[in-house]
């Protein structure tokens, strides 16, 4: 048995993205396994802490996606029982989760971002001229997100946001290239350009087998391809964020601006992340082995605001 660590791999859970975590979940649990750990996988309830005690988990392999796993709850648990685990701390994790808060901190750190308005109730009018895009601040997988071109569709997209928690966000439109860059610890591994066939990368996009191209890595010329990439380790340092994240930029020229950053990428072997990383050099298995030994290394600096 691999130094006889025993990892608890957290997947399932009550989010509305649990299908996807069972399956990096699966994925990350049998590898490994392969390369040798002691694996238990625990499929996170409310009885999570008794669980991790009776499976005696040295280490929290946080396999989660959306809802308390994403949000700094499950982090937050795992600090109080003296378990390490992988990804961001408590903090970057709610920071992230909110892209509001995430906008703050990237514009101090002089990330460009598209410009917006917070809007927190109907009686608020937006100033910025359409087109827009308007967004729950605290959703994911595309979740409430619309493109609007036609004065009379803001209100209703408006409304849709505000069904979520956390007030709307309204963006300036930006026609650009998405570009994705997967982040390890202190470097960026790379990237991968996401072209939908539908108008922008939406749930079904992100989703449905064939509705979306990847390009690994992008098509961009190397200039603009090492600006991606520091522009995405950038916006990782910026929330205080740790292990392996996904950050999303739309790409419009020179310009770089930062979306958001995904603290709890997809882990199957065919996600972005680790096909980003495979790019780098860093199969899979050997991802697993970089992402356990940044949690085990406790991560106290970069989890500190930079
Ligand atoms: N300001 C914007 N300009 C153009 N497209 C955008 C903008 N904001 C979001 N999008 C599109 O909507 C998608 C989802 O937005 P994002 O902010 O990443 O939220 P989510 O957390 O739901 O992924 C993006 O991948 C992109 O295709
Ligand atoms: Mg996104």
Same mark, same amino acid.
């Given at each position: ?46 009885d ?11 280490l929290?392999?946080i #396999? ?12 937050g ?31 101090? #750190? ?16 937006v ?8 967004k ?16 009379e ?6 409304e ?21 860059i ?13 072209r ?6 939406d ?14 890595p ?9 600006l ?21 930029l ?23 992340l680790?096909?980003?990383a ?14 356990v ?14």
């Amino acid at each position: 048995m691999k130094d006889g660590l025993r990892i608890g791999v957290l997947l399932g859970g009550t989010s509305a993205e649990r299908e996807v975590s069972l399956k990096s979940g699966a994925a990350v649990s049998g590898a490994l396994r392969e390369l040798g750990y002691d694996v238990v996988d625990i499929d996170v309830g409310a009885d999570l802490c008794a669980r991790l005690r009776q499976e005696r988990v040295e280490l929290a392999f946080i #396999a989660l996606h959306g809802g308390t796993g994403e949000d700094g709850s499950v982090q937050g648990l795992l600090e109080v029982m003296g378990i390490p685990y992988t990804g961001s701390g408590v903090l970057a994790s709610a920071v992230a989760m909110d892209k509001v808060f995430s906008k703050t901190l990237f514009e101090r #750190a002089g990330i460009k971002v598209p410009g917006y308005e917070v809007i927190s109730s109907m009686d608020e009018k937006v100033k910025m001229p359409l087109p827009v895009v308007v967004k729950p601040s605290r959703e994911g997988s595309s979740i409430g997100v619309f493109i609007v071109t036609q004065k009379e569709e803001l209100k209703d997209a408006l409304e849709a946001a505000l069904e979520y928690e956390g007030p709307a966000l309204v963006e300036r439109y930006i026609k650009g290239k998405e570009v994705q860059i997967g982040v390890l610890g202190e470097r960026a591994l790379g990237g991968v350009e996401v072209r939908p066939t539908n108008e922008f990368y939406d749930y079904e996009a992100k989703y449905t087998a064939g509705k979306t191209q990847y390009i690994l890595p992008p098509e961009m010329d190397e200039r603009s391809y090492a600006l991606a990439m520091e522009a995405g380790l950038a916006a990782h340092r910026a929330l205080g964020c740790g292990g392996a994240t996904r950050v999303d930029l739309l790409v419009d020229g020179n310009d770089i601006y930062a979306l958001e950053v995904n603290t709890i990428p997809g882990m199957t072997e065919t996600s972005l992340l680790p096909k980003i990383a495979a790019l780098s050099g860093l199969d899979f298995k050997a991802l697993l082995e970089e992402i356990v030994k940044d949690a085990l290394a406790g991560r106290a600096g970069e989890r500190k605001m930079k």
